[in-house]
């Protein structure tokens, strides 16, 4: 299925009653700062059921995703597989009245904006290419991973001298 828009007339109003599908689809611009979906999108299966509140959409949503490391800024790919399960409120229900609830419009249903949604919450917020990965220098910019760098790192902040002064009277306090 290349459209994510789909009629549900067949089903609409009889419950239990339930239409398998199987989507496949480019998402274009879907993703956050560090992460995003690649370019051949999502493909997954669905059910769509019938349920006396209106259309019940389950199944399972994969794609590929590009992302770039927190840390060392290092592009890379990464599968995001992910279950739905989402109601689109029939009409004349209560959760219709609901602005965070997707509707069923008229005989039909919009898929693109639940899997938007969905894809979009399961991508990370910070990826990291591997957990122990190292980043960058924060005073050069060089890859730790490939290597150290020549940065000299200074120990003192002047800003923590009071601190500083206070701690070695602690300790030089007997107990």
């Keep these: 299925m290349q459209d994510l828009r789909l009629s549900v007339a067949e089903i609409l109003g009889r419950p239990g009653e339930y239409r398998d599908i199987a989507v496949r689809r480019p998402l274009p611009g879907v993703g956050m700062a560090l992460a995003r979906l690649g370019e051949q999108g999502i493909e997954g299966d669905l059910r769509i059921e019938s349920v006396i509140e209106g259309i019940l959409v389950t199944g399972r949503v994969q794609g590929d995703a ?19 399960c989402e109601l689109f409120a029939g009409p004349g229900h209560e959760a219709s009245e609901d602005a965070d609830v997707y509707q069923v419009e008229g005989v039909e249903i919009d898929l693109e904006p639940m899997v938007r949604d969905a894809v979009t919450l399961a991508l990370p917020l910070n990826p990291l290419c591997r957990k122990d990965c190292k980043g960058l220098c924060g005073t050069c910019g060089t890859d730790l991973n490939q290597g150290s760098c020549d940065c000299q790192e200074d120990d003192f902040d002047p800003r923590w001298a009071a601190l500083s002064d206070l701690r070695q009277r602690l300790e030089n306090q007997e107990l």
Excluded: P, W
């Excluded at 590009?66 to 739905?84: D, G, P, S």
């Design 66 to 84: 590009v992302m770039q490391c927190a840390r060392c800024l290092n592009e890379f790919r990464q599968a995001v597989t992910l279950r739905v």
